[in-house]
């Protein structure tokens, strides 16, 4: 639960599957704390639990959501070149978490929001990944060995930005709790320029849907 728009849709989706979610955040040295008070309040408004790990990716670097020295582009990189916003590992890291959860609750499902369509080119946001990793937990877990199963689910990897603006909007996705942007003011306030602004805004333009987005200016 990351507090961002596809996270905040997987939830509803959940919801609406008949699950009775706990929702994962991370605080794992991201450049704000914006996106975790989303991911609170947008638990706490669909009434599930929340559960938040303290990881330090800091400690590694590599990316510019964990590393002060590198700045958040904000112009649009080669289509085919893996962004520098990129963690490096972070969803084998938070599955691996989830899935240590989900032992010890005994839960049958993992959501996780990765999409594959409008997305940065992520690598760990592929459904070649996930296959991987659903492998991974098969093997890996006392559930699995004993012929039980955690189904790793991702109910948005083949959707379009503008579809899980539509899908949350059906279901009743307060937008306006979402935090996407990785380059936050100190109150929350969007850049407007980062690569997950413009798929964001992208998102809402096509889905035909007001953007309930705070920016800081409306130079996007």
């Known amino acids: 639960m990351s507090g961002g728009l596809d996270s905040a849709t997987c939830l509803a989706v959940a919801l609406a599957d008949g699950c009775d979610p706990i929702a994962l955040s991370f605080a794992y040295g991201q450049r704000h704390a914006a996106e975790l008070e989303a991911a609170r309040s947008l638990a706490a408004a669909a009434g599930v639990e929340h559960v938040e790990c303290q990881i330090d990716l ?6 510019a959501l964990t590393d002060d ?3 958040v582009p904000k112009e649009p990189g080669p289509d085919d070149a893996i962004p520098i916003t990129y963690v490096p590992a972070r969803n084998t890291i938070f599955l691996s978490f989830a899935l240590a959860l989900a032992e010890v609750r005994g839960a049958t ?9 409008d997305y940065s080119g992520y690598p760990d946001c592929r459904p070649e990944f ?19 199963h955690v189904e790793i689910r991702t109910p948005l990897i083949t959707s379009s930005k503008a579809e899980i603006v539509r899908l949350g909007h059906e279901l009743g996705v ?13 109150q929350g306030r969007a850049c407007g320029a980062c690569d997950a602004c413009r798929l964001r805004a992208k998102g ?15 130079s996007r």
Do not use: K, M, W
């Not at 499902?109 to 594959?116: D, H, K, P, R």
């Open 130 to 148: 996930i296959a991987a990793f659903q492998s991974l937990a098969d093997l890996a877990t006392r559930v699995g060995v004993e012929g039980g």
């Open 174 to 186: 307060d937008h306006a709790r979402t935090v996407s942007c990785y380059d936050p003011d100190e």
């Open 109 to 117: 499902a993992i959501y996780l929001g990765v999409n594959a369509v």
């Open 58 to 63: 800091r400690a590694f670097g590599g990316s």
């Open 204 to 218: 809402f333009a096509d889905a035909g849907l007001p953007d309930p987005t705070r920016y800081r200016s409306r």
């Open 69 to 71: 020295a590198l700045e």
